[in-house]
């Protein structure tokens, strides 16, 4: 069993920045991919940011591509989501997802953990 929590979130202007956190239980945290996803209430959990076990491989969604960055400190097992130039489009609730099987995905079914959301609120 994997618990996620994450922190961090909150509410900003256009063109801030916020770093969100995502602490996990568990003693294979470095063989764990882990995941970022958003909500916005209507429509499906869209992907965010992805990364690998070591931290060596990553992926981003294109809207967030050059703005967002996903890393992790396993001694501390944690993964941050680094946030700039924030935008309205942005705020969703963004929930942090854990894969012990397998490299990263962008699917959320690919992902068997999931934590209880950070809000995000950008306004213009």
């Known amino acids: 069993q994997v618990q996620l929590v994450e922190s961090g979130g909150g509410s900003v202007q256009a063109g801030d920045s916020l770093r969100l956190s995502c602490a996990a239980s568990?003693?294979?945290?470095?063989?764990?991919?882990m995941g970022w996803f958003r909500q916005t209430p209507g429509k499906e959990r869209e992907f965010v940011a992805a990364i690998g076990g070591s931290g060596s491989t990553t992926s981003y969604a294109d809207s967030v591509k050059g703005r967002f960055t996903i890393a992790r400190n396993n001694a501390k097992n944690t993964v941050y989501l680094q946030m700039n130039s924030l935008k309205p489009e942005d705020t969703a609730v963004y929930v942090c997802a854990a894969r012990t099987r397998g490299s990263i995905g962008v699917k959320f079914n690919e992902y068997n953990y999931w934590g209880q959301g950070a809000q995000v609120t950008v306004s213009s």
């Open positions: 568990g003693r294979f945290f470095s063989t764990y991919a």
